[in-house]
């Protein structure tokens, strides 16, 4: 019996280099020893103020002295044990001062390199890394790296992700983008200010301090209540245009590539061949102007939306280039009319459509939301019936996609749904046997 061969060793130019992230990470490890002090301060101030004016002014400043030097050690020791190094299979990532922790990301099932910068990364010159991989529920980061480091990163990982050889995969630059649309900062605005919601916060700041001064005549009273309401009713709008800011959508050979945000950048990526679902929004007050959002739940990534606002036209045109050949059904069929009696007024606002590249449902009346599931994405089909259902000879039929997301047609014919149920497991097996390989930069 001959002995069994020696796997092949990697060739000397190969060998998996440890690579070390960005001087300047230390000062964000280093704010771990103050949080937890401050932890315990708020959970006991009492005892924290009675420790402090015991304390004198040399020995405070020779107490916060040892924190500071606690702090950098800890952070210069977190960041010396952290390391990662690109294999020909896969990234590792070493980290942990005390438990260590090696993190082995497979390269081909890699879905999506997004750039992240917070405001005092973008100051300082570095970028967060964050990597989608598929079976993975939370992102793994490399924090931080220089921002020319993370692109020249980011651009290998998807090169070796798309089957590039490795001793010409660090040689890849970030691939080019052309530009597909742009959300001025205006109709942002605007669009902000026509959402039911921050109507409602408004109405709700304005309504909670009246009654609270009828109630107690109360000046204090009427600033405890009313101040938390119109500074979270204004945070949460200006959080939202902060965050969308200078929304841009572009089209590159690694999928779609979506940059945002005012003071905290991001730069992320839609994998192609991964988008379960589409959804597109539109609320009420934006139908005048021919607005909706476009929402996506993606495979393997959090990655939930692809724009904000824009005018129907051009977001359909970005809908096409996500789901090649889907066209947005314009026609859908509403339930039978006795379906108001399980849902009254409210089943108007139901309705679906079956083309033969996507199964379509529409829901809601004053913020109506069409989602659309192409038949290869569809994991399991499902018909639900209840009690008064049965009575009126209507049933729901879900469809699965593989983000872990249901899709509902409800309140269809009976007759109808249990056809449809049969019809849509065909479809599906169809389109997963047609479909084309999700691959990162496939032509």
């Not at 015991?54 to 050690?73: F, N």
């Not at 409602?200 to 700041?205: C, I, N």
């Not at 940059?259 to 991001?266: I, P, Y």
Request: aromatic share 6%; proline share 7%; glycine share 8%.
């Amino acid at each position: 019996m001959s002995a069994p061969e020696a796997p092949p060793a990697i060739p000397e130019g190969h060998q998996a280099a440890e690579r070390r992230l960005h001087p300047v990470t230390p000062l964000r490890r280093a704010w771990a020893p103050f949080t937890v002090i401050a932890g315990w301060a708020v959970h006991d101030p009492g005892q924290a103020q009675q420790q402090l004016t015991r304390l004198t002014p040399a020995t405070l400043l020779a107490v916060l002295g040892a924190l500071v030097a606690a702090a950098s050690l800890y952070g210069f020791l977190s960041w010396r044990f952290t390391s990662f190094a690109v294999t020909e299979t896969e990234l590792r990532i070493r980290t942990g001062l005390l438990f260590r922790r090696t993190a082995h990301i497979r390269l081909d099932r890699i879905q999506a390199v997004d750039i992240t910068q917070p405001l005092p990364a973008r100051i300082a010159g570095v970028a967060k890394l964050k990597l989608d991989a598929i079976g993975t529920d939370e992102k793994d980061e490399l924090a931080y790296l220089g921002e020319s480091e993370a692109r020249a990163l980011r651009a290998e990982l998807l090169a070796r992700a798309a089957g590039l050889a490795p001793e010409t995969a660090h040689e890849v630059d970030e691939a080019p983008m052309r530009r597909l649309l742009h959300v001025p900062p205006g109709m942002l605005a605007v669009s902000l200010l026509l959402i039911g919601t921050t109507w409602v916060s408004l109405l709700g700041a304005l309504v909670v301090p009246t009654l609270v001064w009828f109630g107690t005549h109360s000046v204090w009273s009427v600033l405890v209540a009313g101040v938390p309401l119109v500074g979270g009713a204004a945070t949460r709008s200006a959080g939202r245009f902060v965050s969308a800011y200078d929304w841009t959508v572009g089209e590159s050979p690694d999928g779609l590539r979506i940059d945002h945000g005012l003071l905290d950048r991001a730069h992320e990526t839609v994998p192609p061949g991964r988008v379960q679902t589409v959804r597109i929004v539109e609320p009420l007050l934006w139908r005048r102007r021919g607005w909706v959002r476009v929402e996506l739940d993606v495979a393997g990534s959090s990655n939930s939306v692809l724009v904000p606002v824009a005018p129907r036209a051009l977001a359909e045109s970005l809908i096409a280039q996500v789901l090649p050949g889907v066209t947005v059904p314009t026609a859908l069929s509403r339930p039978p009319r006795r379906a108001g009696w399980c849902l009254p007024l409210w089943w108007r606002g139901h309705g679906l459509a079956v083309t033969g590249a996507v199964f379509a449902t529409r829901h809601g009346l004053l913020r109506r939301t069409v989602s659309l599931v192409p038949h290869a994405k569809v994991q399991s089909v499902r018909l639900t019936q209840g009690p008064w259902e049965r009575f009126r000879r209507v049933a729901d039929v879900l469809v699965d996609n593989g983000a872990g997301t249901t899709v509902r047609a409800r309140l269809r014919d009976a007759e109808e749904a249990a056809a449809l149920l049969y019809a849509q497991a065909d479809r599906s097996r169809t389109g997963r046997r047609d479909a084309r390989p999700d691959r990162w930069m496939a032509s």
